[in-house]
């Protein structure tokens, strides 16, 4: 893995194909052990959580549902603050066991705000998978239960995460120089 160039910025690699295959295959194994009687419901959070989603999805072995929610805080490398809904939950969810499928949490706000709304609607269980974490970042705090990485406060991008758009479709993670 070589350095690359996304747009005006520069990036080194940071964690491998492997490295990331290796994670996915151990946060899938623990939902596969905690939800062996369950059906859960993957909520994924669109965009950058669906390559992890999907490769996620792949290495569970329980019945489950998946389906995805377009929620957005992010403008090129800074968080804007605000959380915009752009495409709504359309499954129920009362009564059921739910896991959010995160890329990344670093703030903390985008599930902050989320998730009082899926609590008011009375599932049995919830729980969040996320890809990456950085807790340095973290201002409002929420408890991952299955987590791949704990990564410093840089920007990265790759494997669903992006730069204005551009780098989601990199196999391994990058971070920014």
Request: charged share 25%.
């Given at each position: 893995m070589a350095q690359i160039k996304v747009h005006d910025k520069n990036f080194i690699p940071y964690l491998s194909?492997?490295?990331?295959?290796?994670?996915?295959?151990?946060v899938a194994d623990e939902i596969n052990r905690?939800?062996?009687?369950?059906?859960?419901?993957?909520?994924?959070i669109l965009n950058g959580a669906f390559i992890f989603a999907a490769?996620?999805?792949?290495k569970i072995d329980v019945e489950a549902e998946?389906?995805?929610?377009?929620?957005?805080?992010?403008?090129?490398?800074?968080?804007t603050g605000k959380v915009i809904t752009a495409i709504g939950l359309d499954a129920e969810i009362?009564?059921?066991?739910?896991i959010i499928v995160e890329d990344i949490v670093d703030t903390g706000k985008t599930l902050s705000q989320f998730l009082p709304q899926l609590e008011h609607q009375h599932p049995a269980s919830l729980k969040i998978t996320s890809l990456l974490h950085k807790p340095e970042a973290m201002i409002h705090p929420i408890k991952i239960d299955y987590l791949g990485f704990?990564?410093?406060?840089?920007f990265?991008?790759?494997?669903?995460?992006?730069y204005d758009g551009l780098g989601r479709n990199i196999k391994e993670i990058y971070q920014l120089v």
């Open positions: 194909a492997a490295e990331i295959d290796t994670q996915v295959q151990r905690d939800y062996s009687n369950k059906k859960p419901l993957f909520i994924a490769d996620l999805f792949k998946i389906c995805f929610i377009k929620l957005a805080s992010y403008k090129g490398i800074k968080s009362y009564g059921r066991d739910v704990t990564i410093p406060n840089k990265v991008l790759g494997y669903g995460l992006d």
